[in-house]
């Protein structure tokens, strides 16, 4: 299993047709509304003192909206998603979306070509794939918490339906957040999480690292 950060220059953006005109109106508000909750574009750090974990405790998971994207969801600048389409990655990147983390293989992605896509648009791209109990390692949950808590924001993480997102969530939301096990558990639910096998994993992880 092989982690890739590929960081890309920002490029010109070509605006959509007039007929992308009410799609944009609403892509404003999504901009400012992303805005207000980040903040800034990167002020997370990998050891976090306790008045940030409990910021980050004090906020909530909450059903979003931005193109066509299913099963998307925000948490302050923090964005978990299903698969976008190129069309809804566009209209990401016109909310001010910084980066995008990637959990799904290559194999998965029938030939869509997310990286490259990601550096026609000008944002950060990290491809950390795995899928399955056997794949759910140390190493995801340790680099999932890392680049939640310092990756440029607004962030979206995605798989294929936001089930692997939801359990590399509660890890850290759990030893970053400071939140219990079981409102972590219910968090990553709404998000997505279905496997039952990810739970376990993520509570002996917890477990070994407090």
């Known amino acids: 299993m092989s982690v890739q950060i590929v960081d ?12 992308q005109r009410m799609k944009t109106i609403r892509t404003v508000s999504i901009v400012l509304g992303l805005a207000m909750a980040v903040g800034c574009a990167d002020c997370g750090s990998p050891e976090m003192d306790h008045g940030e974990s409990a910021v980050i405790a004090a906020q909530t998971v909450q059903a979003h909206e ?11 600048g923090i964005l978990t998603a299903g698969q976008p389409s190129a069309e809804d990655f566009e209209e990401a990147r016109k909310a001010g979306v910084a980066t995008v983390v990637n959990m799904r293989h290559e194999r998965e992605m029938k030939g869509f070509d997310e990286g490259a896509l990601m550096a026609d648009l000008g944002i950060t791209y990290v491809e950390m ?11 995801i949950f340790d680099r999932s918490r890392e680049i939640l808590n310092t990756a440029a924001q607004p962030l979206m993480v995605h798989c294929g339906s936001a089930n692997r997102v939801g359990a590399v ?28 096998a990810y739970a376990p994993k ?8 407090r």
Not at 129 to 139: A, V
Not at 202 to 209: G, N, Q, T, W
């Open 66 to 76: 931005l193109g066509a994207i299913r099963n998307l969801h925000a948490f302050g």
């Open 169 to 196: 969530w509660i890890p850290w939301r759990v030893l970053d957040g400071g939140i219990s096990f079981e409102e972590a558990l219910a968090e990553a639910k709404t998000i997505g999480l279905r496997t039952p």
């Open 129 to 139: 794939p795995w899928n399955g109990p056997d794949e759910l390692t140390d190493e």
């Open 8 to 19: 890309v220059s920002q490029t010109p953006y070509v605006h959509r047709s007039e007929g």
């Open 202 to 209: 993520a509570r002996d992880y917890i477990e070994r690292h």
